[in-house]
């Protein structure tokens, strides 16, 4: 899939000028790095985004490219040193999504080890964002203890996912007290993100699984061009854009007044996280015309199989040969928001191979990011009926799942998720 061409610049530091590089002047030894001009203006590696704002960044900011997600166990059980860890880890944030090295850099003191692993150094921002989480164990363990005095405004809609046929979840690629989505252009840039945040966390916390993706297969802007799946369809066709303000309002963004006892994760959002492996070598052996009746769409184009180009809305109730042209079991009409009283998700999944299983098979799949206001009401239906009816679930096994409440912005002076420790 090539790169848009262009894509928005909404939300961008500095109207897309060039990036502040992390050391394009540095000289071994100097412990401060020289703000040193990296690819030209317009490019995507030269994006820079905002930590600080309304919302988090990562998720109506454009979809990047490619993606290092982690989930993090709290290992501290001291309310500050929880706290102090979410200072840093802002701080830090801040300054890599600037394009910046974290603390004093990565060349420093030669008896000490640096503050910054030094693999980002040389390379522009490439429109890093990173997006913090907080799961449920954060708010109580699994037997009930209130570690961080939090128990009391733990919002309702943050529970584990129930059971859903076609899981087969790995214990050790789910769930998560914390999580952090860094997402860019440059795979080397968001490991260097996820990275320098475990280390600093170290002691605090630890990585209880990451998952690296690539190809993102959604678009966040309609300035964005639909990307394919692994089974070769465009995805990310109908999803919510950042341009439809009252939809995010509607769908995305928690409001003022949905949860009471959680007023502090106003402006924020559910994320829903599923790592599906797909049945790729038995996927590539169906007929194109029984693919197409899988998803409802056409592979090409990615029109809906009822006629007209890309964007038409399917039509459900047209027949076809042999019932309805679009089938009641393919994917876009088991999960389209019209058999769902209207719900929509901001999808911000991305493609993944993790090698080859030993059978030979490749260890693929989509790791389905969904950012909604509620996961009981946004989510939960929904995965219910294609679990049960969608004719994709024959190639399809979840592996891990999580949910995370993700705080709004940060504003000035402030760490992200302040106000829950308010
Ligand atoms: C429970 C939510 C969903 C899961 C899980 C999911 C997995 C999944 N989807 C595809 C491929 C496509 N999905 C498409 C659209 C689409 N998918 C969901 C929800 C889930 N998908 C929604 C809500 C929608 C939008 C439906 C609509 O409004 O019409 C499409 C069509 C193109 C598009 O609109 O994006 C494809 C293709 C795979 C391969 C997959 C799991 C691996
Ligand atoms: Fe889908």
Redesign the pocket.
């Known amino acids: 899939m090539p790169r848009p061409a262009s894509i928005s610049r909404r939300g961008l530091l500095g109207g897309g000028a060039a990036a502040v590089g992390l050391g394009g002047a540095f000289a071994v030894g100097r412990a401060s790095e020289a703000a040193g001009s990296s690819a030209g203006s317009g490019s995507v590696e030269s994006e820079r985004y905002a930590l600080r704002g309304q919302h988090q960044p990562g998720i109506v900011t454009p979809a990047q490219d490619r993606l290092h997600f982690a989930a993090f166990d709290v290992l501290t059980e001291d309310r500050d040193e929880l706290i102090d860890l979410l200072r840093s880890w802002t701080d830090a944030a801040e300054e890599m999504m600037a394009g910046r090295a974290v603390g004093s850099g990565a060349i420093g003191s030669f008896d000490l080890p640096p503050d910054d692993t030094g693999e980002a150094l040389g390379l522009p921002a490439s429109g890093l964002t990173i997006t913090f989480g907080f799961g449920p164990g954060l708010f109580a363990t699994t037997e009930g203890e209130d570690r961080f005095g939090l128990a009391d405004r733990r919002p309702a809609g943050l529970e584990d996912l129930p059971h859903f046929p076609g899981d087969a979840l790995i214990e050790a690629r789910s769930g998560g007290d914390l999580c952090v989505q860094a997402c860019a252009q440059d795979p080397q840039v968001a490991v260097h993100a996820i990275r320098n945040l475990a280390r600093i966390g170290f002691g605090t916390v630890s990585v209880r699984w990451s998952q690296l993706g690539f190809g993102r297969t959604s678009t966040t802007s309609t300035q964005q061009e639909t990307p394919r799946?692994l089974?070769g369809?465009?995805?990310?066709?109908?999803?919510v854009k950042a341009e439809e303000v009252d939809a995010l309002d509607e769908h995305v963004w928690i409001g003022a007044d949905d949860d009471p006892d959680a007023a502090w994760l106003a402006g924020g959002s559910f994320l829903v996280a599923?790592r599906?492996a797909?049945d790729i070598e038995v996927w590539d052996r169906q007929p194109l015309g029984d693919q197409e009746d899988f998803?409802g769409?056409a592979k090409g184009t990615?029109a809906p199989l009822s006629g007209g180009e890309e964007h038409t809305a399917?039509d459900f109730s047209l027949a076809g040969s042999d019932g309805p042209i679009i089938p009641t079991t393919s994917?876009?009409a088991v999960?389209?928001?019209d058999h769902h009283d209207g719900v929509r998700?901001l999808?911000r999944g991305y493609n993944f191979v993790d090698g080859t299983t030993d059978l030979g098979a490749l260890d693929a799949?989509?790791f389905?990011l969904?950012y909604v206001r509620d996961p009981r009401t946004h989510?939960t239906p929904?995965?219910q009926a294609?679990s049960r009816h969608d004719a994709?679930m024959e190639y399809?096994t979840v592996t891990g799942s999580a949910v995370f409440a993700v705080p709004p912005g940060a504003g000035e002076g402030e760490y992200v998720g302040e106000p829950l420790f308010g």
Request: avoid cysteine.
């Open positions: 799946n089974f369809f465009k995805d990310g066709t109908d999803n599923r599906i797909m998803v769409r990615g399917p994917h876009v999960v389209h928001p998700m999808r799949g989509l389905f969904a989510f929904v995965q294609m994709l399809l």
